[in-house]
């Protein structure tokens, strides 16, 4: 049964880190390949708290606070550059967070903090992931329909056209990636506490091409195929083992199938075949 | 109503708009017109905030405008739109309109974000593509429209901002003879409502038959200004405009 609810809680996790990217690449068009460097920040923030005494919630706040603060200079970034540069940059802020928690003693450098307070069991680690995913979902589900889902439509498609007809796009840029980074450093808070134990190469490069790959296989801007996508990619190394030692090779391969033959991802598939679209 | 004062860029050692000075009145339908390379787009581009100028300001209202981003002087009712039509391609030609109709929504996105309410930008989206006539085309597509049909897509788009100063960038550019009347004639009704227009123009039938009054631009700088057909008829701009396209010829 641990398995099982530890399978749930990790499903939750990669739910939550790839609505929390899809929001940014999928909805607002900003390319993003350093998001596990913010699942970091916010794991380390919430270690960080919870290991000076304050309590689990307040810790994975702080940890969303710190995450989304990061995220906000990183959205400051993607006025000055965009796509392939903006993909360089970010994957420079995945780099840069690693290289500086790893010479930091105060973080435990290459050892990490250990010892975090858990004061959930296995059940309730399950639940409060689930919950989040849920919570991450709605939200995303509720800008798609929301003005700002609009606008961030208009900001991903033509920038330019979208502010000669007022759009605030440095201001939805930022809102994006506020918005995004955050939700992916509450995911760092959940894992920090549930695993007591938090190590720079959790948050490693791999991380975030995996994140990446949830999106691109469950099709970038669906909310409801990022969700298939997580999920799946989630439970697939755990089907098959031999897949675990090769996560890059085959997460680099299924990118690779997907924007060969089904760019639209999973959600793509299911337009062409039932011509509904995913939300 | 629009002032720009001494406006001057250089791109490399060549200055495309050198010490431009200009005044739009409120509720004139003024042509810009000039040779290719003349520096009309790049003066728009300077007086819209597309590209800071070097040297001079933009006046607004009364107001400096010449360092107020684009979006924010599109909010102050100075809107432009652009030579080749840029639509969002991925949205319906009334979803393009719409996001411009909800621009008091989408103004911040905080606002926006708690904002679902489609009714009223819906409503005043779909009588602007009435108004312009595609309304047939309003759940199509914007990629796979015929360009008519995105020029006035991208002028209601506009009007959904209900700009008081219009700045249109060839919109006549693509269009055949019949629908470059016809679009010319729905400027002139555009104005006549009010709005203020200032129309960059290639095609020097359309605007002279239209413009109120006509700035002749010419290797960066202001050659003449006046009623279309003095104008038209003084030998420098023959020489500069109709020279210079007779040598293409």
Redesign the interface.
Same mark, same amino acid.
């Given at each position: 049964m641990d398995y099982y609810l530890s399978v749930a809680t990790f499903a939750g996790l990669n739910v939550i880190l790839a609505l929390s990217l899809n929001l940014i690449s999928g909805f607002c068009g900003q390319v993003s390949l350093g998001h596990a460097a913010f699942y970091g920040l916010g794991a380390y923030a919430a270690a960080l708290c919870s290991v000076a005494g304050l309590p689990m919630g307040v810790s994975v706040a702080v940890g969303m606070l710190v995450a989304g603060g990061f995220g906000i200079v990183t959205g400051f970034a993607a006025l000055r550059v965009r796509e392939d540069f903006l993909a360089i940059v970010t994957m420079g802020v995945g780099f840069l967070f690693l290289g500086a928690v790893r010479k930091q003693a105060w973080l435990g450098a290459e050892m990490g903090i250990a010892k975090i307070p858990s004061p959930l069991d296995k059940w309730g680690y399950a639940a409060l992931a689930i919950g989040g995913a849920v919570a991450v979902l709605l939200l995303s589900l509720? #800008?798609r329909? =929301?003005?700002?889902g609009? !606008?961030f $439509?208009?900001v991903a498609? +033509?920038e +330019? !056209?979208?502010? =000669?007809? $007022? #759009? +605030? #796009?440095s201001?939805?840029k930022i809102?994006a990636f506020f918005i995004g980074t955050a939700a992916a450093g509450l995911a760092g808070g959940i894992y920090a506490h549930m695993t007591q134990l938090v190590v720079p190469d959790a948050f490693n490069f791999v991380q975030s091409v995996t994140i990446l790959a949830m999106v691109v296989v469950g099709g970038i801007g669906s909310t409801l195929g990022v969700v298939a996508g997580a999920v799946l990619l989630t439970l697939m190394p755990e089907m098959f083992r031999f897949i675990n030692d090769y996560k890059l090779l085959v997460y680099g391969g299924l990118l690779l199938l997907v924007m060969r033959f089904s760019p639209e991802g999973l959600a793509g598939l299911v337009h062409r075949v039932t011509g509904r679209r995913l939300a | 109503m629009l002032e720009g004062v001494g406006l001057g860029i250089a791109f490399g050692g060549v200055r495309a708009v050198n010490g431009v000075n200009l005044r739009v009145e409120r509720g004139e339908l003024a042509g810009l017109i000039g040779p290719n390379g003349a520096g009309k787009t790049t003066l728009l581009r300077l007086l819209t905030g597309v590209l800071a100028p070097e040297a001079g300001s933009v006046r607004f209202e009364g107001k400096d405008v010449t360092r107020v981003p684009i979006h924010r002087r599109a909010q102050l009712g100075f809107v432009l739109t652009h030579q080749i039509v840029r639509p969002f391609r991925e949205m319906t030609l009334l979803e393009n309109v719409m996001v411009a109709a909800a621009s008091e929504v989408t103004r911040r996105p905080w606002r926006a974000l708690a904002s679902v309410e489609v009714w009223p930008a819906r409503q005043r989206a779909l009588a602007l593509l009435e108004r312009l006539g595609i309304a047939d085309a309003a759940d199509k597509p914007a990629h796979s429209v015929p360009l008519g049909y995105l020029k006035r897509m991208q002028v209601a788009r506009a009007l959904a901002l209900e700009p008081r100063l219009l700045m249109l960038d060839e919109p006549l550019a693509g269009l055949n003879y019949t629908e470059a009347a016809r679009f010319a004639d729905l400027i002139v009704q555009l104005n006549a409502e009010g709005t203020t227009i200032v129309l960059v123009e290639h095609n020097l039938g359309e605007v002279t038959r239209i413009a109120g009054r006509l700035l002749v631009l010419h290797n960066g700088a202001i050659l003449a200004e006046g009623e279309p057909r003095e104008v038209m008829a003084r030998k420098d701009v023959r020489d500069a405009y109709l020279g210079v396209q007779a040598a293409h010829a």
């Open positions: 509720h #800008v329909r =929301s003005w700002m609009r !606008a $439509g208009a498609q +033509d +330019d !056209a979208a502010r =000669s007809i $007022g #759009v +605030d #796009v201001g939805y809102a | -």
